[in-house]
């Protein structure tokens, strides 16, 4: 149990456009779900916290006209990197939260050229 | 500030030998977790030990909590090859007035077990 799952894995895009990545939890549901990215040999950051229903919850620094999160219903969350540049190139991974534990999706490796 | 800080950055054992990696963290916490990450791949969750807890254990994994000295160890025993993967910590705490826990990473923990 407890499956999060996302898509793409892998997406190359040109600069400029913009790329959305799934998260679903599989098997629950979730009333949170977070959106992390990690640079290379470095650790997870979090960039946003997304209720359902609701606006999601930014970190300082992200910007949330770049990074759209929709989370529409309870086993869905959409990230949209608008607008992409070589610089958000980055793994991004999500997790979603039934309760304390987090379990997180296997990451999308994004590559803006 | 960042919570979890894992020493050392990076372990290289022989197989059958125990790692021991740890962290430490800042500010008050509701729990704290350890994951698992392969190489490009997704976070596995390990443990979790509460803030009123002590130790905790899981198969070849023991995990111990000092509130006190805000820090956390995690041992795994009879290591094998397939041990092989940084090891993160995270430390919960419940944000004022929200319903679930914000995490924060730690910046891992390269273990390697050679064979």
């Known amino acids: 149990g407890a499956v999060v799952s996302q898509h793409p894995s892998r997406v190359i895009c040109k600069s400029g456009t913009s790329v959305k990545i799934e998260c679903r939890s599989l098997?629950?549901?979730?009333?949170?779900m977070f959106w992390y990215r990690q640079f290379p040999k470095q650790s997870l950051m979090l960039m946003a916290t997304?209720?359902?229903?609701?606006?999601?919850?930014?970190e300082q620094g992200v910007e949330k006209d770049k990074f759209l999160i929709n989370h529409a219903s309870l086993t869905l969350s959409t990230l949209t990197v608008t607008s992409a540049h070589p610089e958000d190139s980055s793994f991004y991974i999500c997790?979603?939260?039934?309760?304390?534990?987090?379990?997180f999706g296997p990451g999308t490796r994004l590559t803006v050229t | 500030s960042q919570q979890g800080e894992e020493d050392p950055q990076a372990l290289s054992i022989q197989e059958g030998e125990n790692a021991t990696m740890n962290c430490s963290y800042k500010?008050?916490?509701?729990?704290l977790q350890w994951y698992r990450q392969n190489s490009g791949r997704g976070l596995v969750h390990l443990i979790l030990?509460?803030?009123?807890?002590r130790e905790k254990h899981s198969g070849r994994l023991r995990v111990t909590l000092d509130t006190s000295k805000k820090s956390s160890s995690l041992l795994i025993t009879a290591s094998r090859a397939a041990d092989t993967a940084s090891y993160f910590c995270?430390?919960?705490?419940?944000?004022?007035?929200?319903?679930?826990?914000?995490?924060?990473f730690g910046k891992g923990t390269l273990l390697t077990v050679n064979p």
């Open positions: 997304s209720n359902e229903g609701s606006k999601a919850t930014y």
């Open positions: 500010t008050s916490i509701n729990n």
């Open positions: 997790s979603a939260s039934p309760a304390d534990e987090q379990y």
């Open positions: 098997d629950f549901q979730a009333t949170t």
């Open positions: 030990i509460r803030s009123n807890e």
């Open positions: 995270a430390t919960a705490y419940r944000r004022r007035g929200g319903s679930n826990y914000k995490l924060t």
